[in-house]
């Protein structure tokens, strides 16, 4: 880990691959998957499922009878 990191982040560091670690668990349909985490000493990669489809979110915010059309 880089020692000009500050502990506040690598507090946020240590949450996120934490939160990652967790997440590999979830197996849901409407959750896209976790595989896992690259780490590199500049940056950390989520590793996650490939999801096909349209984005919900094109321009700003979807209204409440957009998103039941979706």
């Known amino acids: 880990m880089n020692p000009a990191l500050t502990d506040a982040t690598r507090l946020a560091r240590k949450r996120l ?3 990652v670690r967790l997440a590999t668990y ?16 500049a940056a ?9 489809g349209r984005p919900h979110i094109v321009h700003g915010r979807l209204t409440p009878a957009a ?4």
């Open 17 to 19: 691959v934490e939160e």
């Open 26 to 41: 979830l197996n849901h349909p409407n959750i896209a998957r976790v595989h896992g985490l690259h780490e590199t000493e």
């Open 44 to 52: 950390l990669h989520v590793i996650m499922e490939s999801v096909s």
């Open 67 to 70: 998103s039941a059309r979706s």
